[in-house]
């Protein structure tokens, strides 16, 4: 599951933060989606139960590039890590090679 992959980057391994880490998940592949990248197979549901929020992770993404890409977001944006600045250059490099591949539903340009 994309969640628990997820959180073995962070490292955090209590359920704690799963609420909190899956908005990051999510913004991630919103983040992508506005570059033009489809980050499709990340299924990832927060529900409401009494006073525990519950998150739902039936996600089937096996893209490795896409995953890295969203691990790099998660570690970057979560907390306040003391390497964000490259944390952050890391998630930017990984969008910015999966911007200029056709296998990301991109289109090539050539220039004549």
Same mark, same amino acid.
């Given at each position: 599951? %994309? +969640?628990?992959?997820?959180? +073995? @980057?962070?490292? *955090?391994?209590?359920?704690?933060?799963?609420?909190?880490?899956?908005? +990051?998940?999510?913004? @991630? *592949?919103?983040? %992508?989606?506005?570059?033009?990248?489809?980050?499709?197979?990340?299924?990832?549901?927060?529900? !409401?139960?009494?006073?525990? *929020?519950? *998150?739902?992770?039936?996600?089937?993404?096996?893209?490795? =590039? +896409? !995953? &890295?890409?969203?691990?790099?977001?998660?570690?970057?944006?979560?907390?306040?890590?003391?390497?964000?600045? &490259? %944390?952050?250059?890391?998630?930017?490099?990984?969008?910015?090679? %999966?911007?200029?591949?056709?296998?990301?539903? =991109?289109?090539?340009?050539?220039?004549?």
């Amino acid at each position: 599951m %994309l +969640l628990d992959t997820v959180k +073995l @980057a962070i490292p *955090v391994s209590t359920t704690h933060y799963d609420p909190y880490i899956a908005q +990051l998940i999510e913004a @991630a *592949v919103e983040d %992508l989606r506005i570059a033009g990248i489809p980050a499709s197979g990340v299924n990832i549901a927060t529900a !409401i139960s009494g006073d525990t *929020v519950v *998150v739902t992770d039936t996600s089937t993404i096996s893209d490795p =590039l +896409l !995953i &890295r890409a969203i691990c790099a977001y998660v570690r970057a944006h979560f907390g306040s890590p003391d390497d964000y600045d &490259r %944390l952050k250059a890391c998630y930017d490099e990984n969008k910015a090679q %999966l911007q200029t591949s056709s296998d990301y539903g =991109l289109i090539d340009y050539v220039q004549s």
